[in-house]
């Protein structure tokens, strides 16, 4: 029997159909696919990871189940980053993921699924995610080099080849000087089919004692009822939470987390990744956000101020520590306590 090497086309059609274009993360707005410009927001996931060695990997699976439409969800890219990061494993476990599933998509049924209906392009597009997820980023010198992500046209009677995927890591776009082609070729005879085209994406790096060295760190950081960005200023109501009361346990919050980034001399058009992480008063963190921090400006004081609307579970009262860092390198550390309401 030939090995499935990606869902079928049909499968991903009923998992979007049942998503209602939503994450199935608790309380999550992010859209699968945004409505108005058809933007891929989202991403395929395995509840038991494709590969030997990923999240949840089952060897005893095969691969029609692997690809499966009980091994798939719909998450957006932060809450797939969340359920795969190893220190979270023991909680999104596969009855966990099954079950948010099975939810997600009861809540789904009550509505028209024709509202959800998905072109063949944007099959296409969706499937590309699951070969553009990949934890692991590799650092090298493209100095010079020239990349092309768009399929080659096809030939006589032939269809064009499908289109690639780059993921440009630690650097801005405007950062990253080397020429990309991610457009499909047209095809190469009468008849022909042309090329799919490719998906280009960039994506922050770690820092390092280099960055810290250079000035990299967090100035102020506070929990806020409601914060405002204009003009580089912030307008903040109901800052600087000391405590915060919940109505029962266990209680989804979403909590606005505002973080000043100093940036000191790291070099213009660096990209870093901050992770949010948030740990429970028995010592268990989970990172549950993370940020794509583009250092821009070139003025001489650079300061990035940041809001974070943060995904919480509480399920015990008590004091809770925020953790904000970039890879290895911890950057603040924000306790807020948590009551029960009318205790």
């Not at 692997?66 to 969800?73: G, P, T, V, Y």
């Not at 028209?112 to 209906?117: E, I, L, V």
């Not at 790096?205 to 250079?214: K, Q």
């Not at 101020?305 to 015990?316: G, K, M, Q, T």
């Amino acid at each position: 029997m030939t090995e499935l090497k990606s869902p079928r086309d049909s499968t991903i059609r009923k998992l979007f159909a049942l998503s209602m274009n939503q994450c199935a993360f608790p309380d999550c707005p992010t859209k699968i696919i945004d409505p108005i410009t058809s933007t891929i927001l989202g991403e395929v996931c395995h509840i038991c990871a494709q590969n030997p060695g990923g999240s949840r990997y089952n060897p005893q699976q095969t691969s029609e189940e692997r690809h499966s439409f009980e091994n798939l969800i719909l998450l957006c890219r932060n809450h797939h980053k969340v359920i795969d990061a190893p220190e979270n494993l023991h909680r999104y476990t596969v009855e966990f993921l099954t079950q948010l599933k099975a939810r997600h998509e009861e809540n789904a049924k009550k509505l028209s699924p024709d509202k959800f209906a998905l072109s063949e392009a944007l099959v296409a597009k969706l499937k590309m995610t699951l070969e553009s997820y990949s934890p692991p980023n590799v650092y090298m010198n493209f100095q010079g080099a020239f990349f092309k992500a768009g399929g080659d046209g096809g030939y006589l009677g032939g269809d064009g080849g499908d289109g690639g995927v780059i993921n440009i890591v630690g650097v801005t776009p405007s950062g990253f000087h080397e020429p990309i082609d991610a457009d499909g070729g047209d095809g190469q005879a009468l008849g022909a089919g042309g090329g799919g085209g490719g998906v280009v994406s960039y994506t922050g790096r770690s820092a390092d004692i280099t960055d810290i060295d250079n000035g990299l760190k967090v100035s102020s950081i506070f929990l806020v009822d409601a914060v405002r960005e204009l003009q580089g200023l912030l307008y903040v109501l109901g800052g600087g939470w000391e405590w915060c009361t919940v109505p029962s346990l266990p209680c989804n919050l979403q909590l606005n987390l505002v973080c000043i980034f100093e940036t000191g001399s790291v070099p213009i058009n660096t990209m870093l990744r901050i992770d949010y992480s948030i740990e429970d008063p028995e010592g268990h963190t989970t990172l549950i956000s993370y940020y794509d921090l583009s250092i821009q400006s070139n003025s001489q004081i650079r300061r990035y101020p940041v809001i974070n609307l943060l995904p919480v579970e509480i399920n015990c009262v008590g004091v809770w520590c925020i953790k904000v860092s970039s890879g290895e390198i911890p950057l603040v550390k924000h306790n807020i306590e948590f009551r029960l309401a009318n205790d």
